[in-house]
């Protein structure tokens, strides 16, 4: 009982550094998506992180399983869509506004956990469900027709691919037969991929400045994988989503602090509903 406690707390302590690691990484993209376009600096981030994580696995003496090959390779592609989508939407969106919809993630484990883990949905789900996906309306508001519902539809898929390599992740962490390098290698490894065929032909010489800062995102991306991996092999993956919602407050203060953004009364109120009715739905399914 105690260790499994602990493995909890552990899992918790990992989730809060992941999403303080990963609000770093967003400000450095934010940084250099004035210039560089959402695909190439996904691309950066994957090729950087694969060298990096190729090396760890070389120094831990990590060794490539040869089981499950194809739930790897399909959390590789989950996870390289989800990336450069999320990178498109922290480019054209406020930090904020962004964090809060990629964080519909949770919502979207509890219905795919219940699909593809046939986890049940504790009693009244569905009512917080619908608060959720209202929340997350009022964000988007399509009844303005703007520019900004386009992006925000990027940052809801974004959420969608977060949570369906959520559900590999936690498929292959609880398997326990893969050191969580390999499983952060073959995301790295297959973003890189995604990333370089949507790339094309728009690719944009990096001056040494923007070099310097993609390198970063990449070596701090890592690190925050590292982290969510790890968090999601000590605790229940919605306890891990719902923790992750502390990103939301790291990317908000971000972007009031280095770039002057302030969250519209839209924002607000759907991001109370959103957080309060996924806090609210854990609960009920931890219960449960």
């Known amino acids: 009982m105690r260790?499994?406690?602990?493995?909890?707390?552990?899992?918790?302590?990992?989730?809060?550094l992941s999403s303080f690691t990963f609000s770093i990484m967003n400000v450095l993209v934010k940084s250099v998506s004035s210039r560089i376009p959402s695909n190439e600096i996904a691309f950066f981030r994957g090729i950087i992180g694969t060298i990096l994580i190729l090396i760890l696995m070389k120094i831990s003496n990590v060794k490539f399983s040869k089981e499950q090959k194809p739930l790897l390779l399909l959390r590789g592609m989950l996870g390289g869509l989800y990336m450069v989508t999320y990178f498109f939407a922290i480019s054209t969106m406020k930090l904020g506004d962004a964090a809060i919809l990629a964080h519909l993630s949770g919502?979207?484990?509890?219905?795919?956990?219940?699909?593809?883990?046939?986890?049940?949905?504790?009693?009244?789900?569905?009512?917080?469900?619908?608060?959720?996906?209202?929340?997350?309306?009022?964000?988007?508001?399509?009844?303005?027709?703007?520019?900004?519902?386009f992006y925000a539809i990027f940052g809801l898929l974004s959420a969608i691919l977060s949570a369906s390599a959520s559900i590999t992740i936690r498929k292959l962490a609880k398997s326990k037969k893969h050191h969580h390098y390999e499983i952060?290698?073959?995301?790295?490894?297959?973003?890189?991929?995604?990333?370089?065929?949507?790339?094309?032909?728009?690719?944009?010489?990096?001056?040494?400045r923007?070099?310097?800062?993609?390198?970063?995102?990449?070596?701090?991306?890592?690190?925050?994988?590292?982290?969510?991996?790890?968090?999601?092999?000590?605790?229940?993956?919605?306890?891990v989503e719902v923790v992750r919602y502390i990103g939301i407050f790291f990317n908000t203060a971000w972007g009031f602090i280095l770039f002057g953004e302030s969250l519209s009364m839209y924002s607000i109120i759907g991001g109370i509903l959103i957080v309060g009715a996924s806090i609210v739905l854990s609960r009920q399914k931890t219960v449960a």
Request: no cysteine; aromatic share 16%; glycine share 4%.
């Open 3 to 16: 260790s499994d406690l602990m493995k909890v707390n552990k899992g918790v302590m990992l989730a809060i």
């Open 107 to 149: 919502f979207f484990v509890m219905i795919f956990a219940s699909i593809f883990l046939k986890e049940k949905l504790p009693k009244n789900a569905w009512i917080f469900i619908i608060i959720i996906l209202f929340g997350a309306a009022v964000i988007i508001n399509p009844f303005r027709y703007s520019t900004y519902s």
């Open 184 to 208: 952060v290698f073959y995301f790295l490894a297959a973003s890189t991929i995604v990333a370089a065929i949507l790339m094309r032909n728009n690719f944009v010489v990096p001056t040494v």
């Open 210 to 239: 923007e070099f310097v800062l993609l390198f970063i995102l990449g070596a701090v991306s890592l690190l925050a994988q590292i982290f969510l991996t790890g968090a999601f092999g000590n605790a229940n993956a919605v306890i």
